[in-house]
């Protein structure tokens, strides 16, 4: 069993900058690929960013592509998305999803375990 627990959220101005975190419990951390997928008010949840289990593979919505930028620190058991350049439309609860499998993470069906999500809320 894997726990995921968010952090760093909150209310910004937009051209801002932010950084989550996804804080992992289980030994087996370092093998899952990871993911973040967020969701905007009244919106379905949707990909944003997924990673490798060794961090070498990385891939993006193209909402997101060139501002946001997904890592991991396998010793810490802890993956980051850091965004920058944050527009409104970046709204939404972000959450943290990992999968056993090696494939890239990009969809809700193939995550097995999530977090509880963390808002970001980016004002205009």
């Known amino acids: 069993q894997v726990q995921l627990v968010e952090s760093g959220g909150g209310l910004v101005q937009a051209g801002d900058s932010l950084r989550l975190s996804c804080a992992a419990s289980?030994?087996?951390?370092?093998?899952?690929?990871m993911a973040w997928f967020r969701q905007a008010p009244e919106k379905e949840r949707s990909f944003v960013a997924t990673?490798?289990?060794?961090?070498?593979?990385?891939f993006y919505a193209d909402s997101v592509k060139g501002r946001f930028t997904i890592a991991r620190d396998n010793a810490k058991n802890t993956v980051y998305l850091q965004m920058n350049s944050l527009k409104p439309e970046d709204t939404g609860i972000y959450y943290c999803?990992?999968?056993?499998?090696?494939?890239?993470?990009?969809?809700?069906?193939?995550?097995?375990?999530w977090g509880q999500g963390t808002q970001v809320t980016v004002s205009s």
């Open positions: 289980g030994r087996a951390f370092s093998s899952y690929s």
């Open positions: 999803a990992a999968t056993t499998s090696v494939r890239l993470l990009t969809t809700i069906q193939r995550s097995d375990y």
């Open positions: 990673i490798s289990w060794s961090g070498g593979n990385t």
